[in-house]
């Protein structure tokens, strides 16, 4: 199972995304949170000014560089097996977030060959999205053991576009067995009543908690406050 709260589960799960540099993360490690998000850039592309996207050596730097018990998530954009294998491979991270359509076949030989990692396969919950679709998508990948949680999100990662939270609710309460993380447009004003109505096992920010000067850093007091509420309505 993903990350185990069993010795403390009122904590509440809550990753941090689109983390770029070791300062960031530790100030994340410092104030409770249990994971970051990275994100790396396409082959060929090049980081622009403010981007939130490393370079495949910088992902892996910082990956290796964590304070203990802060989590490494690769956001993985690959759909073929050998380009997420050798994602896994260069930077070595704790957890694979399936961000797009992946036949469960591949993420089992990812399993297979990094037996450590976890996968947490992104559903998209859009503005039309229906209930019966993503409940047997979810069930086809959870059937063939392929994930270990669940993220639910908005239909534009990063977009700060909340989505529906009863349908969330929905999913969250049929798949009671698997780790749920709710992401979307979170931030500290909404993430308390984001808990209260989808109850999930976690939260996922990143836009929420970004600094207004740049965006490829984090506002400390926009961290302090989004976790501090978070954790907060966990334990209620």
């Given at each position: 199972?993903?990350?185990n709260?069993?010795?403390?589960?009122?904590?509440?799960?809550?990753?941090i995304?689109?983390?770029?540099?070791?300062?960031?993360?530790?100030?994340?490690?410092?104030?409770?949170?249990?994971?970051?998000?990275?994100?790396?850039?396409q082959?060929?592309?090049?980081?622009?000014?403010n981007?939130?996207r490393?370079a495949?050596?910088?992902?892996?730097?910082?990956?290796?560089a964590?304070?203990?018990?802060?989590?490494?998530?690769?956001?993985?954009?690959?759909?073929?097996?050998?380009?997420?294998?050798?994602?896994?491979?260069?930077?070595?991270?704790?957890?694979?977030?399936?961000?797009?359509?992946?036949?469960?076949n591949i993420?089992?030989?990812?399993?297979?060959?990094?037996?450590?990692?976890s996968?947490?396969?992104?559903?998209?919950?859009?503005?039309?999205?229906a209930?019966?679709?993503?409940?047997?998508d979810?069930?086809?990948?959870?059937d063939?053991?392929?994930?270990?949680?669940?993220?639910?999100?908005?239909?534009?990662g990063?977009?700060?576009?909340?989505?529906?939270?009863?349908?969330?609710?929905?999913?969250?309460?049929?798949?009671?067995?698997?780790?749920?993380?709710?992401?979307?447009?979170?931030?500290?004003?909404n993430?308390a009543?984001?808990?209260?109505?989808?109850?999930?096992?976690?939260?996922?920010?990143?836009?929420?908690?970004?600094s207004?000067e740049?965006k490829?850093?984090k506002?400390?007091?926009?961290?302090?406050?989004?976790?501090?509420?978070?954790?907060?309505?966990?334990?209620r």
């Amino acid at each position: 199972m993903f990350y185990n709260f069993d010795n403390d589960p009122g904590r509440g799960f809550v990753k941090i995304c689109g983390v770029t540099n070791l300062g960031d993360a530790k100030l994340c490690a410092e104030l409770g949170a249990d994971a970051v998000g990275i994100l790396v850039l396409q082959p060929g592309a090049a980081r622009k000014p403010n981007s939130v996207r490393l370079a495949r050596r910088e992902a892996a730097a910082l990956a290796n560089a964590l304070p203990d018990g802060l989590q490494s998530v690769l956001l993985v954009h690959e759909t073929e097996p050998d380009a997420i294998l050798d994602l896994a491979s260069v930077i070595r991270p704790r957890a694979l977030q399936i961000q797009h359509p992946v036949d469960a076949n591949i993420l089992l030989r990812v399993k297979e060959c990094f037996p450590e990692l976890s996968i947490i396969k992104t559903f998209r919950v859009g503005d039309g999205a229906a209930f019966d679709a993503l409940e047997r998508d979810i069930q086809h990948h959870i059937d063939d053991n392929a994930i270990d949680a669940i993220l639910l999100d908005s239909d534009k990662g990063g977009s700060g576009k909340v989505h529906d939270w009863e349908l969330s609710r929905r999913l969250v309460t049929r798949f009671a067995g698997m780790p749920t993380i709710l992401a979307g447009g979170l931030n500290a004003e909404n993430v308390a009543a984001a808990g209260h109505t989808v109850r999930p096992y976690g939260v996922d920010v990143m836009s929420g908690v970004a600094s207004s000067e740049r965006k490829d850093r984090k506002d400390p007091d926009k961290l302090r406050a989004f976790i501090n509420a978070w954790q907060g309505s966990s334990k209620r």
